[in-house]
Each structure stands twice: as C-alpha cells, then as structure tokens.
C-alpha cells in the first residue's frame, strides 16, 4: 500500500519520505513490534523498487535491537542502517557552541572558546570525555552539571574541582538514564545494575558466574526481571546483553577496553571466554560506589545490592509493591466506566499516576475539592520540586510553582472545560494546567488552548487515556522519563505558538 500511494506521486522530481516519533505511545509489546517490523521492510522495499523515492526512519537504537533480536530477516536491513558517530572535536565544537550562545562578541572554535571557560583546557577536556560514553547528551550534561558547580563555589571560570565535583551527580544521573533507556528491551533492568552496588570495577567470568547465582537468588529480581533474566542466565549471555546497552566492556590480555561503539553497526562484541575481564564503565563507578578491585568470586552470603543505594520510590514502597501498585492502576484505568458513574474512581486514578509515575519532579500531591451542582469533585495539585529538565522549564517559563491536573471522566472535551482550568491560573501558582480526560487530542481543543495563551500567557495541556496508560507502564518498565508529556507539550506549543 506504501508502495502504491508513492506511485501516484511521480512527476518528475524526487521525494523523500521522513518518518519520526515512532515510539509516540509505543507500547513495547509483541504485536506492535511485528507492525513495526513489517513496516521497517516496506520502507526498505520502497526505496529499492522506486528509484525517485527513498524513505528515512528515525529510530532509537534500543527498539531497532528488539527488531534485530527477533526479525529472522534484519540483514536485509543493516546495509540501510546508519547512526551518528561524533568526534571528540565536533563534541567540543557543540559545547563551545553552547557556550558562545550568550555571548555579543563570539569566540573562535576549535579550542579558544573551551580554554577560555575552562581552566587547563586539555586536562579537563581530557576529564569529561573520557568518562562520557561520546554521546553529545551525556557531555552536555556533564558540562552543564561543571558549570552549576563552579556557580555554586563562586568560581568565574570551570575549576578542575568542579569537574571533579560535577562527576557524582553525573554519574547518579547517568545510571538512572540507562535503566530508563533500556526498560523496553529489559524491564526493570535498572534493578539488576544496582546490585552491582559496592562490588569491583572489573570482573572475571567466574566472578560475573556468580553474580548471575545470586541475582537468580533475589526474590525482587526473580519478581521483576523474571521475563528475560532467565534468558540471560548464562554468564556469555549476561556479559553481552550488559554490553550491549554500555553498562561493561571486554577486556583481553594486553588489550584497552573495548567498550560497544555508538551506533547499530557495532554488533559483534569480542569474544567471551576465561580469558578476558569484564570491565564496568567508568561512569558507573561513582553511583555504584565500586571498588578498584577484581571481582574473582562472590561468597553465597552475599548481599547484592543492600546497602548505599537507596532505590527512589514514592511512600517508601519496595519495588515489588510499587508494581503490584502499578498494575492495579493500569487494569483500573481499563475497567473505570465513563461519566458519572466512574468519576471518582478515575479522579483517584489520576491522582495514584502523580504519586507513582511523577514523584522525581512532583511533590505534595492533593486534592482540590470543589462542589458542581451541589456534587463534590476532586481534581488535583502538585508542587514542581524538579531542578532540571521538563518541569524545571515549566516552573520558569509559567512561573509555575503549582500544576493544576483537572479530571475530566469523558472522551470529548468541552469549551467550558477549558474556560474552567484557565480560571485558576494567575500569578500565586503559575500558568500551567493539565485536563485529564478519557479521549484522544483532537484539533479543535487547539483553538481554546490558543484564546488562554493570548488571553493569559498561559498553557493548557490536554492529556488522553493513552498518554496516562503510557506513563504508567513507562513506570512498571522503570522508565521514569518526562520525555513521553514532554513530546506532548512540544505538540501544542508549535500548533498554538
């Protein structure tokens, strides 16, 4: 069919079909990884079979590898696969781009711009990307988290202490980034990288064997992780997949470190046999608190994972309960009946996501109680406490110490609804809002969301069923990104702006 509507299209120039945000509410299961599949072929078959067309896919790494783990035919696909490989002198280009941003006068690339912010230019270059994977993220971040120290220390240029000093808050943030990143292909494998708190820098295969036992051991990980650690369980197999999302590298005798380059080419590893270490990424090592040891082997008393490292869940929940929490909200959210009959019901679902799925950037959930016709209606408000990222830009952009979340048990929204949450919006709490409600973005909600942007200075941001699904089985795969809401902002702000 793709093939067919592209014909049509034919008149004597050529097309290029951009395809993006293919995980806009991606699921993660079987079947949407089958029409994902397919769909990857289609697009392959296009290109070879018009040739005044090609299509380009954009993907994340991580779901192309659940294509190629299962996709009989994914060698059809790798001489069409590219990624991004980044030089250590175009990452310090984009930083020193970054940092002339703000400045009238500009100063040259290619070094003057980072000498002249950090001090002993090349020892801190050499400092921050050699514990980055070279990922132009992770060296932003690491960078950005430089600069907040030196703020703090009342430091008018980036001091080698503040590098140092940056290095544990990047490293908290970077091991909770992986776990996030590869929660779709390994749920909850954040849970596994954590009982590697307080072990060694390196390992042997013996000392990986028996970290694997007691792993199979762990009643929270047997819960969690049991969809495809048992899969793994063979410590060749455990050492690859930990390769393979960046968590290890392999070492033979006489021989660096090879670490998985960036990209889909990289799919050939080296070799695990008794010979080689297993050498956990540097930047893992502050948040795990490792020890500069080698791992031979792991006594059967020991417990994995107990101490130093305090897992972040809301209520002081253990992991297992958090999920059980979670797939209790995830089956309400199916069985809640629309309209009056299942308001309150859906009013405390929304108010469960908040303090499940959102309890890294919203604190002090409660409830706003207010009478409609003599009926009693429970909506909710929360507290931005983050310091970075997406709620961090809403708290400064809307002035937004408070998010309004009204509850909306119906699939169509109406004009009054938007009148009503633009109400509460002044200048105590911030101007933003959020409607929850039962049904999908439709476009005509963008035309009250614009009246409340002019009238107020304001947002106000529709989510459906499919977005509240999506955050909380983001949660129950230990996903905990603001990128899904994110992606949702971005939409209604381009279409109202």
């Known amino acids: 069919m793709l093939i067919e509507e592209m014909k049509t299209l034919q008149s004597g120039g050529s097309y290029t079909l951009l ?4 995980d806009d509410f991606w699921d993660a299961s079987d079947q949407a990884l089958t029409y994902l599949t397919a769909f990857l072929h289609a697009c392959l078959e296009l290109s070879t079979q018009i040739p005044w067309a090609r299509v380009l896919m954009f993907l994340r790494e991580n779901i192309f590898e659940r ?5 009989s035919e994914s060698s059809r696909l790798e001489t069409s696969i590219s990624g991004l490989a980044w030089t250590q002198k175009q990452l310090m280009e984009l930083v020193e781009k970054r940092l002339n941003r703000a400045l009238i006068a500009k100063l040259p690339l290619g070094g003057p711009t980072w000498n002249a912010f950090f001090e002993d230019g090349s020892t801190a270059r050499d400092q921050i990307f050699e514990f980055c994977h070279n990922r132009p993220r992770d060296i932003l971040v690491y960078v950005t988290h430089a600069i907040d120290a030196a703020k703090d220390n009342g430091h008018e240029r980036i001091l080698l202490e503040d590098i140092e000093g940056a290095r544990r808050k990047f490293s908290d943030n970077r091991l909770k980034d992986l776990g996030d990143e590869y929660a779709e292909n390994y749920p909850q494998v954040a ?4 009982r590697f708190y307080g072990l060694g820098q390196r390992f042997t295969v013996t ?16 819960r969690l992780c049991g969809s495809w650690i048992y899969e793994h369980q063979a410590p060749e197999r455990f050492v690859r997949m930990l390769y393979d999302i960046g968590f290890i590298g392999i070492q033979k005798p006489g021989r660096p470190v090879k670490f998985r380059a960036l990209g889909p080419q990289d799919t050939s590893p080296p070799a695990v046999d008794s010979e080689v270490t ?12 490792l020890q500069d040891t080698l791992i031979r082997s792991l006594p059967d008393s020991t417990e994995l994972g107990r101490v130093g490292i305090v897992n972040e869940l809301p209520g002081g929940l253990d992991p297992t309960s958090y999920e059980e929490h979670l797939a209790d909200l995830a089956e309400r959210l199916d069985t809640i009946p629309l309209g009056h009959a299942g308001s309150r019901r859906f009013e405390d679902a929304v108010g469960d996501i908040l303090r499940l799925c959102f309890f890294r950037a919203l604190d002090n959930v409660e409830a706003r109680a207010r009478t409609v016709e003599g009926e009693a209606i429970r909506d909710w408000i929360a507290s931005i406490r983050a310091h970075s990222g997406f709620w961090a830009i809403i708290r ?3 002035s937004a110490t408070q998010v309004i979340w009204e509850c909306k048990n119906y699939v169509d929204l109406k004009a009054d609804d938007f009148q009503q949450v633009s109400y509460y919006l002044n200048d105590t709490i911030g101007k933003f809002a959020i409607i929850a409600f039962r049904g999908d973005m439709h476009p005509s909600y ?3 969301i614009k009246r409340i942007s002019a009238d107020k200075n304001a947002l106000v941001l529709p989510l459906g069923i499919r977005d509240l699904k999506t955050f909380v089985r983001q949660a129950r795969a230990g996903k905990l990104k603001d990128t899904h809401i994110e992606d949702r902002y971005d939409g209604v702000v381009r279409k109202v702006s």
Request: proline share 0%.
């Open 19 to 22: 395809v993006d945000s293919i």
């Open 67 to 71: 294509v190629r783990s299962r996709d």
């Open 191 to 194: 849970l596994v990288l954590t």
């Open 207 to 222: 000392g990986i064997e028996s970290l694997v036992g007691g792993l199979l051991a762990d009643k929270e990980v047997q």
């Open 278 to 289: 297993i050498a956990v990424h540097r930047c893992y090592w502050d948040a795990l608190d």
């Open 396 to 398: 400064q952009r809307y």
């Open 446 to 448: 963008l035309t009250h």
